[in-house]
């Protein structure tokens, strides 16, 4: 069982930067792939980036990047998301998610999530 929590987010104006954390504990992450994912109201769960053992980082959403980066801190069990220049678009609750092996862009792959965090960009 592994339990996963967000952290970091808030309200920023475009422009900003805000590094979110997505701290796990109960099982060391090894061997897990962790991805961050995110919801606007009214739209489906969006793949964002993901961090898997053996292939790195990934990103998913064309829209960030360049501005977002994915690391991961096996030592501590945090995968962080550095996230700059953000626009009113970004806007959404981020979840970080994940699964044992490697990253998939599909929501229904990840086993375990957390309960997500806010982000809001405006001015």
């Known amino acids: 069982q592994v339990q996963l929590v967000e952290s970091g987010g808030g309200l920023v104006q475009p422009g900003g930067s805000l590094r979110l954390s997505c701290a796990a504990s109960?099982?060391?992450?090894?061997?897990?792939?962790i991805a961050w994912f995110r919801q606007a109201p009214g739209k489906e769960r969006e793949a964002v980036s993901c961090?898997?053992?053996?292939?790195?980082?990934?990103t998913y959403a064309d829209s960030v990047k360049g501005r977002f980066t994915i690391s991961r801190d096996n030592a501590k069990n945090i995968v962080y998301l550095e996230m700059n220049n953000l626009k009113p678009e970004d806007t959404a609750r981020y979840y970080c998610?994940?699964?044992?092996?490697?990253?998939?862009?599909?929501?229904?792959?990840?086993?375990?999530w957390g309960q997500g965090i806010q982000v809001t960009v405006s001015s």
């Open positions: 109960g099982e060391t992450l090894d061997y897990y792939a």
């Open positions: 961090f898997g053992k053996n292939e790195g980082a990934i």
């Open positions: 998610g994940t699964r044992m092996g490697w990253c998939l862009i599909l929501d229904g792959s990840y086993e375990y």
